[in-house]
């Protein structure tokens, strides 16, 4: 039976290109985003429990949860207000939980499971601190990464994390200085742009039985900027 994966966030730059590298490896991809395959609004619990239904419905199984989606609410501690918290958490955190939690039970009973969270190499190398919410919720998820990888690991199903350094899509092009680029590639140990591929490539091998001894770990994929 063809693998199914489901990658939120399939619509943006990074996320296309991880759908586009799973789906070249012969895998059904279900793309989860306000203009994906399973429209859902990722900051709403019921939206993100009725698209995994409908991925369910639709495709009888999940073998591959990708979650890439992610908002940048960005503002200063002092500017932080409650909702912009919430809103930021529940998309790029709660969203992912509800996920795993739903196609989990399917990858233990057939003995196989991967599950990969895109993070971000800023929890190492903050760049600025209106990206408080953000950088906090990309942290998050490196703990919940670690601690379902051991509770889910005797199943047969891996989690890690990748996490992409400054990457010039779209989104970031519009949404950071351009002398940024080049100062941050200055950094990195291999001098070259980042691409949405570099982290496609990343994810489309953690899915497969290759990576099947690799869990609770998260790959930076961001040309040596951040060396741990």
Known sequence: MTPVAVVTGGAGAIGGAIAAALAA????????????DVPVDLSRHDDVK??????????GRCDVLVHAAATFDRAPLADLGLDSWRHV??????SALW???????????RGFGRIVIVVSDTVWDPPAPD????????????????TLARGLGRDGIT???????LTPTPAA?????????????????????????????TVAFLATDAAGAITGQTLCVDGGLVLR
């Open 159 to 165: 989690v890690n994390c990748v996490a992409p350094g």
């Open 99 to 109: 996920l795993a939690q739903a196609f989990a039970p399917g990858m233990a009973e």
């Open 173 to 201: 092009v519009a949404d950071t200085p351009p002398q940024a680029f080049a100062q941050v590639q200055a950094r990195q140990a291999i001098d070259r742009p980042l691409s949405p591929h570099d982290v496609a490539a």
């Open 25 to 36: 490896t012969d895998q059904t991809v279900a793309i989860l985003d306000r203009a994906g």
């Open 131 to 146: 990206l408080l919410a953000y950088v906090a919720s990309k942290a998050a998820l490196i703990g919940v990464a670690r």
């Open 50 to 59: 009725a698209a995994a239904a409908r991925v369910l419905e639709t495709h």
């Open 89 to 94: 958490q529940a998309v790029n955190v709660e």
